[in-house]
């Protein structure tokens, strides 16, 4: 290949990571960030230590196929709620990024709790940000060497508990806890918890706002569920330029300078190395550190707070008050996204309120059509595939009916068929009309599928005395031709 002349430039397309060094930082948005990485922590280290009808209150039984929320077991056939649910979710998102730009990345993505947590031990460990350049910068020696191990002990520390309590949401935490201390955890459950541990540990650790800038979608199509009336971190340009360092006594009106001292403080506390001062950037996580910072020097040089601020485009632009920015935060797709969330909401939470204790399926005996018994019956063959999906035993009663075919009845006794807790039964039932009776041809059938749910136990006290549940599911009754 030839080398460049000297009228071409010649350029990589691959940038060398700068390892940032964030300084610490604290305000009203670092209360927020703190508050939010304890809550969300407490959450995910705590649920799967509660309890529920003796069992674990949240697991999702992947071998048993199986979800337990709480009260809630969800099945196989119940994936919907989970769907709705995500969708729920992605909702949710699209309306906070509407209103106020990227809040769940900068306040309870694990991504930047995790790093949160890391940088909060790193700086316990190494110091702040001019010590931890020096100390990066420094030879190995005994010291460094002694500090590096005590970060990266506690940093192994938190993300093997962050993969263990992981696995725990798949498997019994209580158990796991036994295996591990015995050392005779499972393949899978091993895999993955050191699988997440090694994660949390590389991307908390190392990887921090590459993971954000190059490896999560949401960065590249945030613009997309943003416009000029959302709130974002911004930089007040007509405020601050032309900026300059100056003493605290300058009159900067007769200086003809803005209120930027230039201290770029802001760029220090920026967990993603930005000048927030060039603009909104894709890198901008919405944390408010750079907030934060510059309200300190604004306070310390006795100008007003708010040279970088949480705003709207178009209050920057127009002047609009903080009262008329924040009336424009009510526009037709913030309405839409609240409503459609909340109809799904209402909507989930019905579903789920209503949602059967008793799941039927009933599928026809392909091998026979209908065969003639003892010579007064004309029969078919059925399979009931019956769910119970509650923690407390069922008796169920199976009946039988036509609208066109007279004297249907279920062969045997089905008046008291026992269904333990979250079980599945597969009833063959033998149905049968008199032979008298039977018209030729196909007939709609449907059964009636009584369930009553019994005390801890099976005894015959219903929980639920005189309100049975009732499960009604058709099919077809043929009497071919020619019997
Ligand atoms: S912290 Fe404020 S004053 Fe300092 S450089 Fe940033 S915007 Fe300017
Ligand atoms: S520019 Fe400000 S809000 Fe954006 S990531 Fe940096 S510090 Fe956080």
């Known amino acids: 290949m030839n080398a460049p002349g000297p009228d071409l430039i010649e350029t990589s397309l691959y940038e060398v990571r700068r390892k ?4 610490a930082v604290s305000g009203l948005f670092a209360r927020w960030r703190v508050i939010m990485v304890v809550l969300t922590q407490l959450v995910f280290y705590g649920m799967p230590w509660l309890q529920w009808n003796g069992r674990q209150a949240v697991l999702f039984d992947l071998a048993a196929r199986k979800f337990y ?95 263990f309590t992981f696995v725990g949401y798949f498997s019994p935490i209580r158990d796991l806890g036994g295996s591990v201390m015995t050392l005779t955890t499972g393949p899978w459950e091993g895999f993955w918890m050191l699988f997440y541990a090694i994660a949390t540990w590389g991307n908390a ?25 959302t709130y974002v971190v911004t930089y007040d340009t007509g405020r601050g330029e032309p900026r300059r360092g100056r003493a605290r006594s300058a009159d900067r009106q007769a200086l003809g300078i803005g209120d930027c001292v230039d201290c770029s403080i802001c760029v220090q506390v920026c967990p993603t190395g930005i000048d927030i001062r060039d603009g909104l950037q894709y890198e901008c996580i919405g944390c408010g550190a750079c907030i934060d910072a510059c309200d300190q020097v604004m306070d310390k040089m006795r100008y007003p707070r708010g040279l970088i601020r949480y705003t709207s485009e178009r209050a920057m632009v127009s002047k609009l008050s903080p009262a008329a920015a924040r009336r424009r935060l009510l526009r037709p797709r913030v309405v ?3 409503s459609l969330w909340m109809v799904l909401c209402a909507g989930l939470l019905t579903a789920l309120a209503m949602r059967s204790p008793l799941k039927v399926d009933v599928l026809r005996d392909r091998q026979s059509l209908g065969r003639e018994v003892d010579g007064q019956w004309i029969e078919n063959v059925y399979r009931l595939q019956v769910s119970n999906t509650t923690e407390q035993p069922m008796r169920l009663a199976i009946e039988a009916g036509s609208g066109t075919l007279a ?38 059938v449907e059964f009636a599928i009584h369930a009553r749910v019994l005390r ?28």
């Open 456 to 483: 801890e136990g099976g005894s015959a006290a219903a929980v639920r005395p005189g309100n049975d549940v009732v499960v009604r599911q058709s099919s077809t009754f043929i009497v071919p031709a020619g019997l």
């Open 336 to 338: 839409l996204y609240a």
């Open 205 to 229: 650790g190392f990887l921090r706002e590459q993971v954000c800038k190059y490896m999560c979608p949401y960065a590249r199509f945030q613009s997309v569920m943003v416009d000029k009336d």
């Open 407 to 444: 004297g249907v009845q279920v062969d045997g006794d089905m008046s008291a068929v026992a269904l333990a807790p979250l079980s599945n039964r597969l009833l063959p039932l033998r149905v049968r009309v008199p032979i008298e009776k039977a018209g030729q041809g196909t007939h709609p």
């Open 69 to 163: 929320l709480f009260g809630l077991v969800l099945w196989p056939q119940d994936v919907i709620y989970l769907a709705v649910l995500l969708v729920i979710s992605a909702l949710a998102l699209f309306l906070f990024t509407a209103v106020a730009g990227r809040l769940f990345c900068g306040y309870a993505c694990p991504q930047t709790v995790y790093t949160e947590i890391f940088m909060w031990i790193e700086r316990k460990v190494e110091g702040d940000r001019i010590a931890r350049i020096r100390l990066d910068g420094a030879p190995w020696s005994p010291r460094k060497i002694r500090l590096k191990a005590t970060k990266h002990l506690l940093w192994v520390a938190i993300a093997l508990w962050t993969g």
């Open 20 to 23: 940032i060094h964030p300084r």
